[in-house]
Each structure stands twice: as structure tokens, then as C-alpha cells.
């Protein structure tokens, strides 16, 4: 290494790679290394992730270098890898280094809490901590303990946080009070490029793709189609938008809803995000109206914008979430957009102090459903009011990028 000064960006995840494949905060990591990939050359890139086999492997990509780290032990090797790159990096004295990692899993927590470099700025990227996700479920087994403590430790250690809403980041602070003295921004995710042009592709393709990917429920353009987008779990509010899809469909049977995403399978939640099954589904929805709402699965996430003309609303009922990307992606579709006022959607949709879209909310879940209802109706027979050029305006790639540059510095 020379003597001038060198820049090195490392990005730590185990959920998703590059390839972007579920959405989420390891979508936002991974378009994080791609826009800095792409439009700052001058940065050394590392993106430590883990591997689709059960071998290491290290790709090099110009001015970059992708690690995949195999199973089993998967947080201990990663943070093993993480700690050999800092040292190696910090061996010149004329090296600066920051790492970024998602408070998910604490996967560097130990690594956090002992390197006290100058030359090296630790960020964590506030996500969703397991207190968070299961907040109305508060009991946690052995192995969540321990994920508690890696999330606790690695927030506290922090230089920075970074938080994509104030709601992500106020909840996170009232469960760990040590943390008001860390420097914070709220810098919000970015946008994934890949869902710009999904208005261009018209409804008869949309419908087409959909019928040949999925077999089991047919869509037909000539319905009125209703997309809900996310992890079927009570978090998301699943229960909540099948209350409302029945209550919409007895009085039209032409309306169809379609569900996107994980449900528990086997038995095993996907995640430690409690999944609802495909029987306890069923039964919330009833024979009465299976014919109209269809819970279709997993979608390949890089697949999804080819579906998206087939709708005509998107419905998003999610109780709490920090920064869902499915809501910014709906909304570059063109189509109207009905959502919870909750979590950090709010922040999201606001607008010039307007808020972009169909907001509903409720004091109950009665209150949610009954306006949800409404809410549906209303933007069925109302026009779309440019909620993607707002959401285009509002985060903009160069933006964020400048907003991070200006805040990820180090005090000389």
C-alpha cells in the first residue's frame, strides 16, 4: 500500500447478497455497494456476505472484492473475516475504514466493541432489533436471547447510527437507553432502479407472467385485482387485509386479492419473524371466499415488477416496520396506493408536508378494517395523484449518496 490516503468501504450482512434477492435491509446493503460500485471508484469496496454453497469464495470486481462466507458458524466466520480485513487495512496508518452492518443478528458486535481505531468508523445501520419484530410476541427461546445481546452490543458500540426513519430509531432508543448518546442520522433507504419502468409493461403481459410463474391462481385482467406485498405475518397485518378483502369481496365478487410472501412452512417459521401457515391462512380466509383471495407464496423478488400492471391497488396493512421497500417499489408502479398509518410508512409517503396516497388508521382493529374498507373503495374509483414521481423526487440516488458522504466522515 502507498503512503496516500486510502478509502475503504466494508458492508457486513448475512441476509440477501447482491443479487438482491428478498427485499429488505439486505436489499438496501446491496444497492449500497452497487451505487457505490458504481459511481465512486475511488472507494475500496468489500462486501462480506454469505455464500450460496457451502464453500468460500472471493470475487474481485475492479476497484471491489465480494467474500462469501459459508455455513455452518456463519456469524462467528463472518466476523472473524471482518476483523483480519481491519487489521489488514488498518496496517497503514494512512488507511481509513468504515464498516457498515445491520443491528439484525449483532453480527459484529464483538468485533464493535473492542476496535477503538480512529481510522476506523463503525456504522450500524437500524433495521428492525428482535424486540421490534416480535414486540406483541415478547417471549423469546434461548437462541433469540442471544441474538438480543449481539444486537444490544453492537448498537452500543457504534460510532454511528443510521436509521432509514425516526420511528425505527425512536422505538430502538426507548428499549436501550445508552444509545441517546450516540451520533444518529436518519437517512432513508434507497430506491432499487429495477421497479422505474414498471408502468411500461402493460396489464396483458403482467397477467401473462404472473399465470406462467404461478399455477395454482390464475389472475384475469378483466378483474379488479388488489396486491398485498410482504411476509404473511401479524406484524404486516396480514390478518387485518384478509378482514378487509372479505368485507370488499361480499359485496363485489369481482374483486380479487392477491397475497405475496413467506408463510411458515412445515412447521419452521422462515425467519425468527413468526410466519402465520398456510391452515392457519386458510381458515382466516374460509371457503366462502377462497375463490377470491388467493395466497400465491414467495415471489421472486427480482421478478416482481413484471406483475405489478396486473393490480390495480396495492394494499399495505403493515402494524410496525421501519422502512418497507415494498411500499416505495408499489409506488413507482403508477397504481394507488392504500396503507396503515403506522411503523415508518408516515415518513415515507410525506410529501411537502402532504401525504402521498391513501392513508388509513383505526383505534382498533375494527375501527382499521371498517376505514381500511373505505380506504380501498376510494382508490378504486379515484385517479392516481403522481405518487411515482414523488417518491422518485423525494429519494433520489445522488441525494442519499451526498447524505451519507456528508455524514460518514471522520474528525480529523
Given amino acids: 500500500m502507498n503512503n496516500l490516503?486510502?478509502?475503504f468501504y466494508l458492508i457486513v450482512s448475512t441476509e440477501d447478497h447482491r443479487l438482491l434477492v428478498k427485499g429488505g435491509i439486505g436489499t438496501y446493503l446491496g444497492l449500497l455497494y452497487q451505487a457505490f460500485q458504481q459511481n465512486r471508484p475511488n472507494v475500496h469496496m468489500i462486501w462480506l456476505t454469505e455464500s450460496p454453497t457451502n464453500r468460500f469464495i472471493s470475487v474481485r470486481e475492479g476497484n471491489c472484492r465480494i467474500l462469501y462466507i459459508p455455513k455452518p458458524n456463519l456469524i462467528l466466520k463472518i466476523e472473524h473475516a471482518a476483523e483480519k480485513i481491519v487489521k489488514l487495512v488498518t496496517?497503514?496508518?494512512h488507511n481509513k475504514l468504515i464498516i457498515e452492518a445491520p443491528d439484525w443478528e449483532g453480527i459484529l458486535s464483538n468485533l464493535y466493541s473492542h476496535v477503538h481505531n480512529t481510522n476506523v468508523?463503525?456504522?450500524t445501520r437500524l433495521h428492525s432489533i428482535l424486540e421490534l419484530t416480535k414486540q406483541l410476541h415478547p417471549t423469546f427461546?434461548?437462541?433469540?436471547?442471544l441474538q438480543i445481546q449481539r444486537e444490544h452490543k453492537e448498537l452500543i458500540y457504534s460510532d454511528i447510527l443510521s436509521a432509514p426513519t425516526n420511528y425505527v430509531y425512536n422505538f430502538t432508543r426507548n428499549l436501550i437507553k445508552e444509545i441517546a448518546s450516540?451520533?444518529?442520522?436518519i437517512i432513508p433507504n434507497f430506491i432499487n432502479n429495477h421497479f422505474e419502468d414498471t408502468s411500461l409493461i402493460s396489464r396483458k403481459k403482467a397477467c401473462a407472467f404472473y399465470n406462467q410463474h404461478i399455477k395454482n391462481h390464475k389472475i384475469n385482467e378483466k378483474d379488479t385485482n388488489i396486491f398485498v406485498i410482504g411476509s404473511l405475518e401479524y406484524r404486516k397485518g396480514t390478518d387485518l387485509a384478509i378482514k378487509i378483502a372479505k368485507k370488499i369481496i361480499s359485496k363485489n365478487k369481482n374483486v380479487h386479492f392477491y397475497f405475496f410472501g413467506h408463510y411458515e412452512i412445515n412447521g419452521n417459521s422462515l425467519t425468527l419473524n413468526q410466519k402465520y401457515s398456510l391452515k392457519a391462512l386458510n381458515a382466516m380466509i374460509s371457503k366462502q371466499y377462497s375463490s377470491n383471495i388467493h395466497i400465491c407464496g414467495y415471489f421472486n423478488y427480482g421478478d416482481l415488477k413484471f406483475i405489478y400492471s396486473a393490480c390495480d391497488t396495492f394494499l399495505f396493512t403493515y402494524r410496525h416496520d421501519n422502512f418497507p421497500g415494498a411500499l416505495i417499489e408499489a409506488c413507482l408502479s403508477g397504481k394507488n396506493i392504500v396503507y396503515l398509518f403506522r411503523g415508518g410508512c408516515p415518513e415515507i409517503m410525506c410529501m411537502n408536508e402532504q401525504y402521498l396516497g391513501i392513508p388509513f388508521d383505526g383505534h382498533t382493529d375494527t375501527e382499521i378494517v371498517e376505514n381500511g374498507v373505505y380506504a380501498v373503495q376510494k382508490s378504486l374509483s379515484e385517479?392516481?395523484?403522481h405518487?411515482?414521481?414523488?417518491i422518485k423526487d423525494k429519494?433520489?440516488?445522488?441525494?442519499?449518496?451526498?447524505?451519507?458522504?456528508?455524514t460518514y466522515v471522520f474528525k480529523q
Fill in 395 to 406: 429519494y433520489k440516488l445522488s441525494d442519499i449518496l451526498q447524505q451519507m458522504e456528508n
Fill in 387 to 390: 405518487i411515482a414521481q414523488g
Fill in 141 to 145: 427461546s434461548a437462541e433469540e436471547q
Fill in 182 to 185: 450516540i451520533p444518529v442520522c
Fill in 383 to 385: 385517479p392516481n395523484v
Fill in 91 to 93: 496496517s497503514n496508518p
Fill in 5 to 7: 490516503s486510502s478509502l
Fill in 121 to 123: 468508523l463503525k456504522i
